[in-house]
């Protein structure tokens, strides 16, 4: 009875978002009357002015001279300007065209969210008796304090948890075997990414349940996994909730549960500011590298056809495939328990072809080239010269002895999740052709059964 009426629901949705279409549509051809033309000026000048811009910026970011940066930041803030202001001045001729294909957009957005936001598939989970000794390391200074802002250890404390708070020179290793040792039988991280597989490898080792509490600055596992970053405090309803088994990744005998990145982005997370200044960081090592005095990461590995990959400037071993959306590399992993690793490996050199490689990427046809190669494995072996390669695992900095042995844990770590954890929703891509035939599916009753996958996010 349940699945009918989310099926009923979905196809309402649908609908909806259907007839939002046509008033975008709407507003598009009054937008196109009242402007007298306008529109089809300002649809040129605003590709022209983008493509400007993205000049301008990429110059802006790559030059080491101060007055060239400045310059180009100025040529694109005028672009900018200039292209606001055609659009007010179209708007204006036409306003009631841009307030209906504005209203158009918001609910078509909205309503394909609801139509075609199915879950990706149920996430199968089983019962567990709340652990009698459970354990927490707290990490204070993660994420700006946050842990500390928030009170997290004394509520965990409140909750029967027994609670280590890191202080500096503590091992996170040596402390999760000392709890278990003790009689723990579940041990779990509150802080960012960078702690989480050192302390979930003693949990697989020990074959304890996991526990994750996000109050880092990104807390990528966390958001893959379907907590809520924004309230850490939540996520300690997981000490009383089910189990779920997922994957993990290992490179030799160190365990990851995001990636590992060797190259550029290794550079990047090993400057001693990237903490505390991103940005400022990305301008210090990456432009170098585009330009060519970094050298590129001296490697050799195989995709699974048995094609030789050396000289890139990127190598990415994920735990389960991030989908490419967004315009970015990296995005989200809709699913934990996959099985496998993915492999992105980038050889761009030049800042015009990481530009067209982020284009098809946002277009949603990256596929393999000459400067970019993508693939799916369970193993990976990366063979160098050189004694010691600089490494990030999971956002930190560490240096790894080649050959490198990637291989993935399928449902190797058992994770403790909180009780009213939702499901984890499909990422839609309203803006494609395909998702509009979707909705005419869901719509028309032709989807299948209520609740069945309607994304390709998997």
């Not at 400057?271 to 301008?283: M, N, Q, W």
């Not at 996959?338 to 490689?357: C, D, E, H, N």
Request: charged share 15%; with cysteine; net charge positive.
């Amino acid at each position: 009875m349940g699945g009918d009426a989310r099926g009923a629901a979905r196809r309402r949705w649908a609908w909806a978002a259907l007839a939002a279409l046509l008033v975008m549509a709407g507003g598009l051809a009054l937008v196109a009357v009242g402007s007298n033309g306008g529109l089809f000026g300002l649809a040129v000048g605003a590709v022209l002015g983008l493509a400007v811009v993205a000049a301008t910026g990429w110059w802006a970011f790559t030059t080491r001279r101060v007055w060239k940066r400045r310059l180009n930041v100025a040529v694109a803030a005028l672009v900018v300007a200039y292209l606001l202001l055609d659009l007010l001045v179209v708007g204006l001729q036409g306003a009631a065209g841009v307030a209906v294909l504005a209203a158009g957009l918001l609910g078509y957005g909205a309503a394909g969210r609801r139509a075609l936001g199915a879950v990706a598939g149920p996430i199968e989970t089983w019962p567990a008796g709340p652990p009698a000794r459970p354990w927490l390391l707290v990490n204070p200074r993660s994420g700006g304090g946050k842990a500390e802002r928030l009170g997290i250890a004394a509520a965990a404390r409140d909750r029967g948890v027994q609670v280590h708070e890191l202080v500096p020179g503590d091992d996170p290793v040596a402390l999760a075997r000392q709890a278990v040792a003790a009689g723990a039988d579940a041990v779990g991280v509150c802080g960012g990414d960078g702690s989480l597989g050192l302390v979930a490898a003693v949990a697989v080792e020990a074959d304890v349940p996991f526990v994750c509490v996000p109050s880092g600055t990104r807390n990528h596992f966390a958001a893959d996994l379907g907590l809520d970053r924004d309230h850490p405090l939540a996520a300690l309803e997981a000490f009383a909730g089910p189990e779920r088994r997922i994957d993990a990744g290992m490179v030799g005998r160190r365990m990851f549960l995001n990636n590992v990145s060797l190259g550029a982005y290794a550079d990047l997370v090993a400057e001693p500011g990237y903490r505390a200044g991103k940005l400022t960081t990305a301008h210090a090592v990456l432009p170098g590298a585009l330009r060519g005095e970094r050298e590129l990461l001296r490697v050799a590995f195989a995709d699974p056809e048995g094609r030789r990959y050396q000289d890139v400037l990127v190598l990415l071993v994920a735990n389960n495939a991030y989908e490419l959306h967004g315009g970015t590399v990296l995005g989200a992993r809709g699913r934990l328990d996959g099985g496998v690793l993915q492999v992105s490996a980038l050889r761009a050199r030049t800042g015009a072809a990481l530009a067209g490689l982020a284009a098809r990427i946002a277009a949603g046809r990256a596929g393999s080239g000459a400067y970019w190669a993508q693939w799916t494995a369970t193993t990976l072996r990366v063979d160098a010269t050189v004694a010691e390669l600089p490494a990030g695992i999971d956002g930190e900095a560490v240096t790894l002895a080649p050959p490198l042995e990637f291989r993935v844990l399928p449902l190797a770590l058992r994770v403790l999740v909180p009780p009213a954890l939702p499901p984890r929703a499909s990422r839609v891509a309203l803006g494609s052709l395909a998702t509009v035939r979707r909705l005419w599916t869901v719509a028309t009753g032709r989807a299948g059964a209520a609740g069945a996958p309607l994304s390709d996010a998997r």
